[in-house]
């Protein structure tokens, strides 16, 4: 399975700010996603992360408030912008890998005040 | 529209007991059907996956049992252990889970000694 890391880990920002985070892989995928678990909630997709294109969005989901950049096949960024308290929630990057299934990274736990 | 429907919400098991965990879905799409285990603070880790050409699938404690026509697949935890306490999901995808997956809404499993 892919090794996933992402940056920062958790973070407490104010309203109406922005916030990038990072995901690095340690081997090139060429699937990768984002999703958003709200607290104590289950996992929804928010887009699917395209290298050297624009991601797809799922319903709901914008690029002016969710921007995500996809450089190369081993890093992504999910940019929460103008941020609200609603935005509280925890990002996870995701992968996939050839027929091993699809890997999470740790999480980035946000707080909106 | 839940295109995943996964129950029950909470299961209290004594230690040593089964864990049992059901899902149900509609999208006779859906070829692909893995288990995901998160503790709190984490990432969900894949546990488990099954495709619809076989009707069961065991790996250590852990088995998947799929009801193709019934369109439900459920799974069973053996000889339950404290150490198992955590939220389990069911999900759900297409193309040989090569797309995005869709999340039951999880189920927060307390083993009890």
């Known amino acids: 399975s892919a090794v996933i890391s992402q940056k920062p880990s958790r973070d407490i920002c104010q309203r109406g700010t922005s916030l990038t985070i990072q995901c690095q892989v340690d081997s090139q995928v060429t699937m990768m996603f984002w999703y958003r678990q709200q607290p104590g909630q289950s996992l929804t997709l928010i887009a699917t992360a395209n290298q050297g294109s624009e991601a797809t969005y799922e319903s709901g989901f914008v690029i002016d408030k969710f921007p995500i950049s996809r450089p190369n096949l081993t890093f992504s960024t999910l940019t929460v912008s103008n941020m609200s308290p609603e935005d509280s929630s925890i990002y996870l990057c995701?992968?996939?890998?050839?027929?091993?299934?699809?890997?999470f990274g740790p999480g980035t736990r946000l707080t909106v005040l | 529209q839940q295109q995943v429907k996964q129950s029950p919400q909470s299961l209290i098991v004594q230690k040593g007991g089964i864990s049992i965990i059901n899902c149900a879905y509609e999208n006779t799409a859906f070829d692909y059907f893995p288990w995901y285990q998160q503790f709190p603070g984490k990432g969900p880790a894949l546990l488990i996956a099954i495709r619809p050409d076989v009707s069961e699938k065991k790996e250590g404690r852990f088995t998947i049992s799929f009801n193709k026509s019934a369109k439900q697949f459920s799974l069973h935890i053996m000889d339950s252990q404290p150490g198992d306490s955590a939220t389990y999901f069911c999900?759900?995808?297409?193309?040989?889970?090569?797309?995005?997956?869709?999340f039951g809404k999880g189920t927060r499993l307390s083993v009890i000694a």
């Open positions: 999900a759900a995808s297409t193309g040989s889970g090569n797309t995005p997956l869709v």
């Open positions: 995701s992968v996939l890998t050839g027929g091993l299934g699809q890997f």
